[in-house]
């Protein structure tokens, strides 16, 4: 056959256009746009090893490089001058969602250097619009109106109970109104929700009983999904709800989390240990169970659950509270509605002001919000140190908030950096490389989020930049809304949006929704 000098020209073309996809297909894209270099940096990168010194390029919203590093014409510089660069820390139960639309640029947030929010939990999910509409609504509005952090929900069962029971909730579910609630749920995995999360020790949820939870949370494991539960007892019964959630992890064939993990009743400091042994024992059968905890000795929620069985006028069982769970003394009034003069004041303040028992204060305070229906919270400081090293020590617990925006409780304004301060600098309970693990990998691993919390090529830029030697918690129970100090710079999607203590401009949060892992 005879080949045509234009023959043999066109065929070279086509050999050489093919060979070329070829080679295109093998490469990556060219990232035209400018890449950050963070120089200089002693580099944690999220699993609990030993800090590195090298640098770190960012291209877009991911980690492109580490190591020893040149710059390249495209690179802007930033010298990190022997800091720490950890990952951007994941808050794996927060409330900063109630406020984080009218405050987009949380510094209560940024400032001890979270990146990544978790919404959704205790069972119940902040309303972007009122009433509460779906997941994917709040996902909606928030990508309309990005905020500077990420953003992730679980499923709230205290939610949907509340839609489907309305007032008649101190019951059972029936059949149907279960199936509506499945209905719900969902809903709401499909639109990316990382799993199903319970308040069991809050109305309407309280009222609910252990089949109840075990079909829904069958429904969230069919998604690759996590249970994530405030237990139905944090004091009296504490031993039955953890014994609960073990049982609902089993039959429900899903990893379960025990929300910021707690024995708040005297006679139950020193038995952590008791704890975490029962929860080992699960874990070697199998099951995966997590925690998570933040550093302080004081919970805040509705005055209420000191009364478990929520009968206000039982006064054996206000006196038993008072004695044995938690002290007038310890109890502080953040929130009652209609009377702003409780407001930071001890139950044992109040009382002497008003000169009455304080267990007959406490019954009155508690039938009135009942009858008028009336909005009330406490802070009450009955948990021991001791447990608090004891839970923060098990590998399996991450740090959290459980805080929000501006929040009455210092813990929305200095979890994560009193970790460091308290818990990592001063009492030497863990070190810095397995506090930054607690708060980057473990939450992501706990959670299902693939993509965040390591220092890792092809991981999502969500960084933090601070000096362990001088980060510190500067919220108090006096005055709670002092912001935390030592974050020299926060990353998100490799997005400054915080820099010498001040929130920038940016607003490059996302949404992060479910990851379904193949088996």
């Keep these: 056959m005879n080949i045509t000098p234009f023959r043999y020209l066109l065929l070279c073309f086509i050999l050489l256009f093919l060979y070329s996809c070829g080679v295109n297909d093998d490469k990556e894209p060219e990232f035209s746009g400018k890449s950050l270099l963070i120089k200089n940096a002693f580099i944690y990168n999220g699993t609990g090893e030993k800090r590195i010194f090298a640098d770190v390029r960012i291209e877009g919203d991911l980690i492109k490089q580490i190591g020893s590093l040149d710059a390249n014409e495209n690179d802007i510089i930033w010298d990190a001058n022997g800091l720490a660069l950890a990952p951007g820390f994941i808050d794996p139960h927060s409330h900063h969602d109630t406020k984080l639309m009218k405050k987009r640029a949380p510094e209560s947030a940024l400032a001890q250097g979270i990146t990544t929010i978790v919404s959704g939990l205790d069972g119940g999910a902040s309303t972007f619009g009122d009433p509460f509409i779906s997941i994917e609504h709040n996902f909606s509005v928030f990508e309309k109106t990005p905020a500077a952090i990420n953003l992730a929900y679980f499923a709230p069962h205290d939610t949907y109970r509340e839609i489907v029971m309305g007032d008649d909730f101190k019951r059972s579910a029936t059949l149907d109104e279960l199936d509506q609630m499945i209905t719900m749920l969902r809903r709401d995995m499909e639109a990316g929700a990382l799993g199903l999360s319970t308040g069991l020790e809050y109305e309407p949820s309280l009222y609910s009983n252990i089949l109840e939870v075990i079909e829904l949370a069958k429904v969230a494991a069919e998604y690759d999904g996590k249970y994530s539960s405030h237990i139905r007892s944090e004091d009296i019964k504490v031993i039955e709800a953890i014994d609960e959630v073990i049982t609902i992890a089993r039959e429900a064939d899903i990893p379960a989390n025990i929300s910021h993990i707690k024995l708040a009743m005297y006679e139950l400091h020193g038995d952590a240990p008791l704890v975490i042994e029962k929860l080992n024992n699960a874990r070697e059968a199998g099951l995966n169970i997590t925690a998570d905890i933040y550093p302080y000795d004081g919970w805040k929620a509705p005055m209420a659950i000191l009364m478990p069985s929520r009968n206000y006028e039982d006064r054996e069982a206000a006196e038993y509270a008072l004695n044995s769970i938690a002290s007038p003394s310890s109890i502080t009034i953040t929130d009652y509605e209609g009377e702003p003069t409780y407001t930071g004041k001890t139950l044992e303040e109040l009382a002497l002001e008003k000169n009455i028992d304080p267990v007959d204060l406490m019954m009155e305070l508690l039938q009135r919000a009942e009858r008028d229906d009336l909005y009330e919270r406490v802070i009450g400081r009955n948990i021991g140190e001791a447990d608090i090293e004891t839970f923060m020590k098990w590998p399996f617990t991450a740090i959290t908030t459980d805080g929000g925006?501006?929040?009455?409780?210092?813990?929305?304004?200095?979890?994560?950096?009193?970790?460091?301060?308290?818990?990592?600098?001063?009492?030497?309970?863990?070190?810095?490389?397995?506090?930054?693990?607690?708060?980057?990998?473990?939450?992501?691993?706990?959670?299902?989020?693939t993509d965040r919390g390591l220092i890792k090529k092809g991981y999502a830029a969500d960084l933090v930049l601070f000096d362990p030697s001088i980060i510190r918690d500067n919220a108090t129970f006096e005055n709670s809304l002092k912001y935390s100090s030592g974050i020299s710079a926060v990353w998100v999607n490799g997005v400054l949006v915080w820099n010498n203590e001040t929130a920038t401009e940016a607003r490059p949060g996302q949404i992060i929704r479910r990851q379904k892992i193949n088996n």
Aim: avoid cysteine; hydrophobic fraction near 40%.
């Design 405 to 449: 925006i501006d929040d009455s409780h210092p813990r929305g304004q200095g979890a994560f950096a009193r970790v460091f301060t308290r818990y990592v600098r001063e009492n030497k309970v863990i070190s810095l490389s397995e506090a930054i693990r607690k708060m980057t990998s473990l939450p992501a691993g706990n959670l299902g989020i």
